[in-house]
């Protein structure tokens, strides 16, 4: 196992928009509430450290042998929860998260998309 040179937000979130960092089908879908997207986001303004990230590299030649998806980028709980499928495989090497999903897609939505919850006894 190796270690990774440190990466920024901006970097990393730049790679979940070229699908070169992507969702294996064996992650669970985006289950975090909005207090602990505020927790997180509240975090990394003090400046504290949100923990380290398990990547899987995934040859090109193996890209089509599993299924990938793709970060939740405008969340709605009623018509959009899921994270959608990544349909065409870009042609070189991919990154498939393993551990670090919910924090991922919680910037990911925090900075480039939008969230919307169902507020308790509300339309």
Not at 34 to 47: K, V, W
Not at 86 to 92: A, D, K, Q, S, T
Not at 117 to 123: A, D, E, F, G, N
Request: charged content about 20%.
């Amino acid at each position: 196992m190796s270690y990774q040179t440190p990466v920024t937000i901006a970097e990393t979130l730049g790679q979940i928009e070229r699908h070169e960092i992507v969702l294996p089908a064996i992650q669970r879908e985006f289950v975090w509430q909005p207090e602990q997207i505020c927790t997180l986001f509240d975090s990394l303004m003090q400046g504290y450290p949100f923990g380290t990230f398990l990547y899987w590299k995934v040859k090109q030649e193996h890209n089509n042998r599993y299924q990938f998806y793709d970060f939740v980028l405008n969340y709605h709980e009623r018509d959009r929860p899921h994270c959608p499928k990544i349909g065409e495989m870009p042609n070189r090497d991919v990154v498939a998260v393993l551990d670090g999903q919910q924090r991922l897609t919680a910037l990911n939505m925090g900075i480039r998309g939008s969230l919307a919850k169902k507020l308790p006894y509300q339309r």
